[in-house]
């Protein structure tokens, strides 16, 4: 099993930036990517990025050129670096991981809140 634990949620205003973490734990071994996803009141939870093992990654488009994803390995460690945000990134922010298309690990969420 693995565990998730998010950090690093908030209240910023528009064009502000925040980081956040995704601490992973436990047979960490059986994760070699790790992902965020969203999900903003009312709304389905969608895909914000991903990163493999090493180090390549993906963003949605919506995110892409402000979102950067990276990762400590040493320290099974995933970041979310979110800048230039706008009210429409306020959502909860869930880490994902596991390997190749099983991801089935889920953090339990931080709250991000972009004040306009």
């Known amino acids: 099993q693995v565990q998730l634990v998010e950090s690093g949620g908030g209240l910023v205003q528009a064009g502000g930036s925040l980081r956040l973490s995704c601490a992973a734990s436990?047979?960490?071994?059986?994760?070699?990517?790790m992902a965020w996803y969203r999900q903003a009141p009312g709304k389905a939870r969608e895909f914000v990025g991903i990163?493999?093992?090493?180090?390549?990654?993906n963003y949605a488009g919506s995110v892409k050129g402000r979102f950067a994803i990276s990762r400590d390995n040493a320290r099974n460690t995933v970041y979310l670096q979110m800048n230039s945000l706008k009210p429409e990134d306020t959502a909860v922010y869930y880490c994902?991981?596991?390997?190749?298309?099983?991801?089935?690990?889920w953090g339990q969420g931080t709250q991000v809140t972009i004040s306009s």
């Open positions: 994902n991981a596991g390997t190749g298309n099983t991801m089935p690990y």
């Open positions: 436990g047979s960490t071994i059986s994760i070699n990517r």
């Open positions: 990163i493999s093992s090493g180090g390549t990654t």
